[in-house]
């Protein structure tokens, strides 16, 4: 089992429409937690970081379920800027560096 | 303005070459990073120092190696040991090890390194 995993998608949204991913990590003992967006062959961007008591900014909001080891990132009012692949990250392991997931490809449509 | 900067963008190699990707940041970071992406897959930790004159292997090492002789400066070299050496190579920096909320990643905007 990967230690990040993320529904690769692609996701296909309307402008406008509502749109979520999960991704769940496998090491109970993870610290911190982050999504990053990365556009077409580019460099990954911080987006936010998850918070235990979940967070928002702006239309995205991010929430953290330890119980069932699972991080979620909500977009409202999606828009074309929007389209990128956002990344889940999870700090964890013994030499407590990142993990990245493969990514969850979202594009958001006129 | 203070950032990541990694050269060359596009980098192409014969193989059997070793090649040195270069990495210089100006954000006073002590933690400096390299990672690996391959389409499709996540980004995967090849090295890191948390401080001049000292680094650490991570996932997967075999095949490269760096240095940490300046503060600023992480380069990495692409040995000919290194199997499939095509890739994005991106270089990263933090506050300090391991990142974290107060602490996170920044990075350079990366190196395509192709090898034939």
């Known amino acids: 089992r990967k230690e990040v995993e993320q529904d690769p998608g692609p996701f296909n949204v309307p402008e406008g429409a509502t749109v979520a991913f999960n991704c769940t990590y496998s090491?109970?003992?993870?610290?911190?937690f982050f999504w990053y967006r990365q556009d077409c062959r580019k460099e990954p961007k911080l987006l936010m970081s998850?918070?235990?008591s979940g967070n928002e900014d702006g239309r995205f909001t991010a929430q953290l379920n330890r119980a069932s080891q699972y991080i979620s990132l909500l977009i409202r009012d999606s828009k074309l800027s929007d389209s990128a692949t956002y990344l889940c990250?999870?700090?964890?392991?013994?030499?407590?560096?990142?993990?990245f997931g493969s990514g969850t490809q979202l594009t958001v449509l006129p | 303005d203070g950032g990541i900067t990694q050269s060359p963008k596009y980098l192409f190699r014969k193989e059997g070459q070793n090649v040195t990707l270069s990495c210089e940041q100006n954000?006073?970071?002590?933690?400096m990073y390299w990672y690996r992406q391959d389409p499709g897959q996540g980004l995967r930790l090849i090295y890191y120092?948390?401080?001049?004159?000292?680094?650490q292997k991570g996932d997967i090492a075999e095949g490269y190696s760096v240095s940490r002789e300046k503060k600023e400066s992480f380069p990495l070299t692409v040995t000919s040991a290194q199997k499939n050496p095509t890739a994005f190579y991106l270089c990263?920096?933090?506050?300090?090890?391991?990142?974290?909320?107060?602490?996170?990643?920044?990075f350079g905007n990366g190196t395509r390194l192709t090898v034939t």
């Open positions: 990263a920096s933090s506050i300090g090890s391991p990142p974290t909320y107060n602490s996170p990643l920044h």
């Open positions: 990250v999870v700090l964890s392991g013994s030499a407590r560096q990142l993990t």
């Open positions: 090491n109970s003992a993870s610290q911190s």
């Open positions: 120092s948390q401080i001049v004159n000292d680094f």
């Open positions: 998850v918070y235990s």
């Open positions: 954000l006073n970071h002590d933690a």
